[in-house]
């Protein structure tokens, strides 16, 4: 036995921040999760960290003996524990999704999730992103948009100042373009072709 804790000793485990570790609940505790990493100590995953969405049990988003991937947070505490996080760990697999919608072009669904006076808040998988009043197709009404889903595409994406805008305008305006076939005559302003 002496053996096997003199060889846990010499094995250096290093566990830094931004790394990614696979783990699996092994404890449920009061304010989270405390997960083996394969450390000299569990890993703590607060409940703050579980998901993007705001959970109350840890349990009902990491199920016991599940094989998961953390990120790790904050480095080993003076008794070798790490702090992880799955919220972060899949916002950062949501902006490398973004990024590549973005890189094609591609329109994503948003849902509405608040208004001001310059025009709406959504969500985009747990991030919180931005159409202005002018991208809005309509404009009007921004309190009748709450809760709606709109089609948009990106205007700015800054993943180090967790910014994103995005225009439901142009996404419309891209899909009505797309609808027209070749040789198909459009109604210009006159009216008649």
């Known amino acids: 036995m002496d053996d096997f804790a003199k060889a846990l000793e010499q094995h250096d485990y290093q566990f830094a921040k931004g790394q990614i570790v696979s783990g699996r609940v092994f404890s449920y505790e009061s304010g989270g999760a405390l997960i083996d990493i394969g450390g000299k100590s569990p890993a703590f995953l607060p409940i703050a960290e579980a998901s993007v969405r705001q959970v109350s049990d840890v349990s009902a988003v990491l199920p016991m003996d ?3 991937d953390f990120l790790i947070v904050r480095e080993q505490d003076a008794d070798g524990q790490v702090t992880l996080s799955l919220r972060q760990l899949e916002i950062k ?3 490398d999704w973004v990024a590549e919608m973005q890189e094609g072009n591609q329109s994503v669904q948003v849902r509405v999730t608040g208004t001001n006076k310059g025009g709406v808040t959504v969500d985009l998988q747990g991030l919180r992103g931005f159409i202005p009043r002018s991208h809005l197709v309509e404009r009007e009404n921004l309190d009748a ?5 709109l089609t948009t595409t990106f205007l700015e994406i800054d993943r180090d100042r967790n910014k994103l805008v995005l225009s439901n305008r142009l996404a419309a305006r891209a899909a009505n373009f797309s609808q027209l076939a070749v040789g198909q005559i459009g109604g210009g302003e006159g009216g008649k072709p």
């Open 93 to 95: 697999k949501v902006w």
């Open 66 to 68: 599940e094989d998961r």
């Open 145 to 149: 948009l709450k809760g709606q889903t």
